[in-house]
């Protein structure tokens, strides 16, 4: 049987698998055909990632502690990894697409995934419930045989 993953771990995988391919292009252009730009892409990927969650969550306390209210403490990481992983694919996509070589195609991977790790930590604590409720309702809805013509 195999383990099934949830919405967190599907985009951090995606994310890394994102920024590996992104590395591996980039790094191709300048050696030849290489898998050791692989990891690289992957991890400056994910700090990327990181940096821009952590910029979003300091961006969202400071407007809480502004407006008079208690600081959030999110125990949810949704928000911010689907975020990275959009922005991750849509930055890679703008930067192959802008540029006539497709160089820096990382570059375009890292600065996506800040800014979609950046916006994705404001909503940040509403998205696992919705995503919950969404996943009970689908187990709970009947499901109906499909007739024979």
Partial sequence: MLPRLDI???HFHGMLAIGALAGIGEGSMRYGFTLHTAFPGMVLTFVAAFLGG???FFFKDSFRVYRGQKPYRGVNNDGWLMGAFMGSFIGTLIQLADSASGANLLV???TGAYLGAMLGAFPDEFIT???E???TRQASRPTVPKSAP
């Fill in 108 to 110: 375009g991977s890292m």
């Fill in 54 to 56: 952590f910029t979003g």
């Fill in 8 to 10: 967190k771990e599907k």
């Fill in 129 to 131: 419930p919705i995503l």
């Fill in 133 to 135: 409720l969404m996943i």
